[in-house]
C-alpha cells in the first residue's frame, strides 16, 4: 500500500498562501446554521459551493461544540457525518477533514474518506483518537480549548502548556511533526479578553514552529463589538477582519462560513504579506 498523504501533500499551498477552510456543520444546533445543511443533499450541495468558492479543506462537523452545548454520542454524530463523507470523498477536489474528539468517530470518518483530524479538544479528550490518526497516516489539527475559564490566567502560557501535552501525545502516537497544525481555540475557554489576546500574541504561537489555523468565523465575540444585537450570518466584516488580522500575525489557515469573501481578502492579505505567492 503507497503511504498515505502528508500535510503538503493534501495543501500544496500551506505556507506560500493563506489556505481557507470552509465549515460544514450537518448539526441542527450549530449556532450559525443548525439545521441548514443537516440533510445529507443539502450538505453535499453546500459542500461543492464552498468548494466551488475556493475552499482548500473542507470541515465536516456532527456535534455542535457552541457554549452550552449538549454533548451527543457517537453513534449519532457518526450518523450524522458519514453518510455526508461517503457521497463526497469520491468527488470532491480537496481533502476532507473530520471535525471530532471522538476516536470512534475519526476511525470512521477516516475510512469513508476523510483526510484530516480537527481535535477541539487537542487530542486530551480521548487520546486514542492519535493513535487512529497515525495508523490513517492523518494530519492533525490540534485545538487548544479549557473546561474552566479562568480570567488570571496568562493565556499563551496556557497554551503553550496545553500544546506541549498535545504534542507528547502526537509524538508517542507516531503522528510525525510535519503532519501537525496548532488552533489558539478562539472561542473556547477564554473570557473575552483572553479571546483577544489569544489573537494579538499569536506570533508568540507561532514560533512553536507548526502551521497555525484560526477560526473566529462569525462567533459571539465579534458580536460584542458591534453597537447593535447581531445574529451569527450579521457578523461577516468582523470575520474578514479578524482572519486578515490573523494571517497577517501568522495563521496559515482560516476556518470559515463565508469561502467566497475570505478568499477576496486573503489574497490581499497574502499579496502583502507573502508576495512570492501573487
Known sequence: MPPSPGL??????????T????????TP???????????EAEAVAQAERLVEEGAAILDIGGE??????????AEEEQARVLPVIRALAPCLAVPISIDTYKAS???????????IVNDVWGLQCEPDIAAVAAAHGAPVVIMHNRETID??????????????????IARRAGIPERDIVLDPGVGFGKTWSQHLEALRRLSEIR??????LVGVSRKSLLGRLHDRETRPADRLYGSLAAHALAATLGADIVRVHDVAAHIDAMRVVDAVMRPEAR
Open 64 to 73: 455542535s461544540t457552541r457554549p452550552g452545548h449538549i454533548p451527543v454520542p
Open 151 to 168: 480570567a488570571d490566567l496568562d493565556i499563551v502560557d496556557d497554551m503553550r502548556t496545553f500544546f506541549e501535552r498535545s504534542l507528547d
Open 207 to 212: 514560533a512553536l514552529g507548526f502551521p497555525i
Open 19 to 26: 489556505l481557507v477552510m470552509g465549515i460544514l456543520n450537518v
Open 8 to 17: 503538503s501533500d493534501l495543501l500544496p499551498g500551506l505556507g506560500s498562501r
Open 105 to 115: 468517530t475519526a476511525r470512521l470518518a477516516l475510512e469513508a474518506g476523510a483526510r
Open 29 to 39: 444546533d450549530s449556532f450559525s446554521d443548525g439545521g441548514r445543511f443537516a440533510g
